[in-house]
């Protein structure tokens, strides 16, 4: 069952499909107002777009890391021998 | 730390990017190698899962800069630049071990979540995504979050890296893979799909649990 409540011009999958542009605010103004219209008038779409956007902020985090001392050792000493 | 280091950090990349054009200054490069070899570790590494390929693929990068600065002008930043060329390095590598054949593998779609009509047949059930800054990021979500991303087909992750985790633009990610833009914009969208669908399930196992 549905839990879509929105009466806008694009359904769901279409939303969905279009998500990359929208969050970086790369539709045309018609195309990205009818997908506002439509977040607010369902819920399912409004939680599926927070995982979205959450997924890739916390697999940023997740990525964020430091070479391993011995391994930037073994950089710096590669590069001392070959940067001439 | 010498006087000489310290000036250095108060330098912008482009400004040591020029002390080692103009003057072969090797304390400006070993500045820059300083302020990105982790984001330039952590594209590699996840690229090719190996901490030993990964320093091969770092030291190759900053030696190709090192020697390629003198025609480096500058229309793109430093860090993009040296992420464009581990990227590059780490795809070769890649593709040596054959690892990428050129045939894409199948990613988590989402065509049968839909009824025809277009709407959710299958609700994305769960909150998580609204409290995603504010969770502690513990070493077992961690841990899925990163072999979620190591799942992720070569040329899938190579966007996600580029574009998310180093934030490179759609051209230069283009471009740096040889393919198109919305080729990449696809692959961006498809990988991110796939990292909602292996949370949405682990965060399914927590609250069953």
Same mark, same amino acid.
């Given at each position: 069952m549905s839990h879509c409540g929105s009466h806008s011009k694009v359904n769901c999958k279409h939303c969905v499909d279009l998500l990359v542009d929208y969050l970086e605010g790369q539709l045309p103004p018609e195309q990205e107002k009818a997908l506002d219209e439509h977040f607010m008038g369902c819920p399912p779409c409004l939680d599926f777009l927070d995982q979205y956007r959450a997924s890739s902020r916390l697999s940023q985090r997740a990525l964020e890391m430091e070479i391993p001392a011995v391994l930037a050792d073994k950089l710096d000493e590669f590069l001392s021998k070959h940067c001439k | 730390m010498s006087t000489d280091a310290a000036v250095k950090l108060l330098h912008s990349d482009d400004e040591l990017v020029a002390r080692i054009r103009d003057e072969q200054d090797r304390a400006s490069f070993e500045e820059l190698v300083r302020r990105h070899r982790n984001r330039v570790f952590a594209l590699a590494l996840r690229m090719v899962k190996n901490e030993e390929e990964a320093l091969e693929i770092v030291q190759e990068t900053f030696l190709s800069a090192w020697r390629k600065l003198p025609e480096f *002008? +500058?229309?793109?930043q430093f860090g993009s630049w040296v992420h464009r060329i581990a990227a590059n390095f780490a795809l070769m590598k890649l593709r040596h071990q054959k690892v990428v054949d050129g045939v894409e593998e199948p990613l988590e779609s989402l065509? +049968?979540?839909? *009824?025809p009509d277009g709407h959710w047949d299958v609700y994305p059930t769960g909150m998580w995504g609204r409290r995603a800054d504010d969770l502690a990021l513990d070493a077992e979500l961690r841990n899925r979050l990163i072999a979620a991303v190591e799942k992720l087909p070569d040329t899938y992750r190579a966007v996600f890296m580029l574009r !998310?985790? !180093? +934030?490179?633009?759609y051209d230069e990610i283009a471009e740096t893979l040889q393919t198109t833009i919305p080729a990449v914009k696809s692959r961006l969208h498809r990988a991110r799909l796939a990292l909602r669908a292996d949370l949405a399930a682990y965060f399914e196992e927590k609250e069953g649990a």
């Amino acid at each position: 069952m549905s839990h879509c409540g929105s009466h806008s011009k694009v359904n769901c999958k279409h939303c969905v499909d279009l998500l990359v542009d929208y969050l970086e605010g790369q539709l045309p103004p018609e195309q990205e107002k009818a997908l506002d219209e439509h977040f607010m008038g369902c819920p399912p779409c409004l939680d599926f777009l927070d995982q979205y956007r959450a997924s890739s902020r916390l697999s940023q985090r997740a990525l964020e890391m430091e070479i391993p001392a011995v391994l930037a050792d073994k950089l710096d000493e590669f590069l001392s021998k070959h940067c001439k | 730390m010498s006087t000489d280091a310290a000036v250095k950090l108060l330098h912008s990349d482009d400004e040591l990017v020029a002390r080692i054009r103009d003057e072969q200054d090797r304390a400006s490069f070993e500045e820059l190698v300083r302020r990105h070899r982790n984001r330039v570790f952590a594209l590699a590494l996840r690229m090719v899962k190996n901490e030993e390929e990964a320093l091969e693929i770092v030291q190759e990068t900053f030696l190709s800069a090192w020697r390629k600065l003198p025609e480096f *002008r +500058g229309e793109a930043q430093f860090g993009s630049w040296v992420h464009r060329i581990a990227a590059n390095f780490a795809l070769m590598k890649l593709r040596h071990q054959k690892v990428v054949d050129g045939v894409e593998e199948p990613l988590e779609s989402l065509d +049968g979540k839909f *009824r025809p009509d277009g709407h959710w047949d299958v609700y994305p059930t769960g909150m998580w995504g609204r409290r995603a800054d504010d969770l502690a990021l513990d070493a077992e979500l961690r841990n899925r979050l990163i072999a979620a991303v190591e799942k992720l087909p070569d040329t899938y992750r190579a966007v996600f890296m580029l574009r !998310d985790f !180093d +934030g490179l633009s759609y051209d230069e990610i283009a471009e740096t893979l040889q393919t198109t833009i919305p080729a990449v914009k696809s692959r961006l969208h498809r990988a991110r799909l796939a990292l909602r669908a292996d949370l949405a399930a682990y965060f399914e196992e927590k609250e069953g649990a």
